[in-house]
């Protein structure tokens, strides 16, 4: 058996190769670059990267869990993109949120991440150019769609490129170092719905106020002596509290699903990708089903259907639909070509690889 210190320096043998290779990606992304600047492509290719980590994590071998080969591989990338430029993100902010942990598992930390205060304000950055991308919620997995934001999609022509999925743990945090002494506890409308059970078995009589996000809730809690926020760990961390319980959520199984948005979708097929479609149907029998009748012949998996109230005028819906797979595979673009015909309003906000579930 290998000494400590013989293992300590192989370690730093292969640390210094991982280093010189890190360096040879990086001038070669570099290359890229300049040729893409030459051509006037953009430099970030979503497609591209999310068909570079899927490739590495088919051909892992372990003892590294597909989870870490992926959060390395994304902050590689975001290292070799921010040479050119770093990628502008805007988010709903404040910083610790959710989103704010989205997009940084999506972009990395070497982008240049902007807190906004509202989803419509994420929108208006990316309109107007301030921004390259968006990162905006669109579910959760427990308390169902984000109206605000889908009812966006009806104003702007700005197209989805990505979907990332973040598993929500909330916990319960304060600057009180026991729960006896809490009275009061802020956080966001779906924090506290996904820990009612929680408070009330163990905070029945305490006051709880609704504020606008988890991080908000934090910073609050930070500030008022006898209160308590429902946040992620990372509001824990920023606001520096103590978490008093642990994945207090309903069901350990949680996830948050946001959407990147920006002014092109994700034209490079990563070979796992969905498709995001919205449409409203003619006031006839059999309408809907007859949209969606194509997805069936074509074999196309439909993995969410909602509608919304076009706020034109009462009783009229639009519908927005998610579908498996990139809107440049031939059976899919069929089947939209069909589904189309069928419609009195269609538009494709976009193709982008799947987001991982983890
Ligand atoms: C290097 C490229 O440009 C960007 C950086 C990438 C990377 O570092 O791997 C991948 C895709 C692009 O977002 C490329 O298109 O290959």
């Known amino acids: 058996m290998k000494s400590l210190s013989e293992l300590r320096e192989e370690i730093d043998r292969i640390d210094r190769e991982i280093l010189a290779l890190l360096n040879r990606r990086a001038r070669l992304a570099q290359e890229v670059g300049e040729i893409k600047k030459k051509k006037g492509l953009p430099f970030y290719?979503?497609?591209?990267?999310?068909?570079?980590?899927?490739?590495?994590?088919?051909?892992?071998?372990?003892?590294?869990?597909?989870?870490?080969?992926?959060?390395?591989?994304?902050?590689?990338?975001?290292?070799?993109?921010?040479?050119?430029?770093?990628?502008?993100?805007?988010f709903l902010g404040p910083q610790a949120t959710f989103t704010h942990l989205a997009a940084l598992k999506h972009f990395g930390t070497s982008?240049?991440?902007?807190?906004?205060?509202?989803?419509?304000?994420?929108?208006?950055?990316?309109?107007?150019?301030?921004?390259?991308?968006?990162?905006?919620?669109?579910?959760n997995s427990i308390e169902g769609i984000v109206n605000y934001t889908i009812d966006m999609f009806l104003d702007t022509d700005l197209k989805i490129s990505g979907e990332i999925f973040v598993s929500v743990n909330l916990h319960l945090m304060s600057k009180e170092a026991e729960l006896s002494k809490v009275k009061k506890v802020y956080s966001h409308r779906h924090a506290i719905a996904q820990a009612r059970k929680w408070l009330s078995e163990n905070l029945p009589k305490i006051e709880v106020e609704e504020v606008s996000s988890t991080a908000k809730a934090a910073e609050l809690a930070s500030r008022e002596p006898g209160t308590a926020a429902i946040a992620s760990e990372a509001a824990a961390l920023l606001y520096d509290l103590n978490i008093l319980a642990k994945n207090i959520q309903e069901l350990s199984k949680n996830f948050t699903r946001f959407l990147v948005i920006g002014k092109t979708d994700s034209e490079f097929p990563s070979g796992r990708d969905k498709t995001s479609v919205m449409f409203s149907?003619?006031?006839?029998?059999?309408?809907?089903?007859?949209?969606?009748?194509?997805?069936?012949?074509?074999?196309?998996?439909?993995?969410?259907?909602?509608?919304?109230?076009?706020?034109?005028?009462?009783?009229?819906?639009?519908f927005f639909?998610?579908?498996?797979?990139?809107?440049?595979?031939?059976?899919?673009?069929k089947a939209l070509e069909e589904l189309k015909e069928t419609c009195s309003f269609f538009k494709i906000l976009g193709s982008y690889p799947a987001g991982f579930k983890e």
């Open 321 to 333: 639909v998610d579908i498996e797979g990139h809107r440049k595979e031939d059976r899919v673009a």
């Open 281 to 318: 149907t003619k006031h006839v029998a059999g309408a809907l089903f007859k949209a969606l009748q194509p997805f069936a012949v074509y074999d196309v998996n439909l993995s969410k259907i909602e509608s919304r109230p076009t706020k034109k005028k009462p009783w009229e819906y639009v």
């Open 45 to 90: 290719v979503p497609g591209r990267e999310a068909k570079i980590l899927s490739k590495l994590e088919e051909i892992n071998q372990g003892p590294l869990p597909p989870e870490s080969i992926r959060a390395i591989f994304r902050e590689i990338i975001s290292a070799c993109r921010a040479l050119e430029e770093p990628t502008k993100v805007a």
């Open 111 to 139: 982008s240049d991440l902007r807190p906004m205060d509202s989803i419509q304000e994420v929108f208006d950055e990316v309109e107007k150019g301030r921004v390259d991308y968006g990162v905006v919620p669109i579910e």
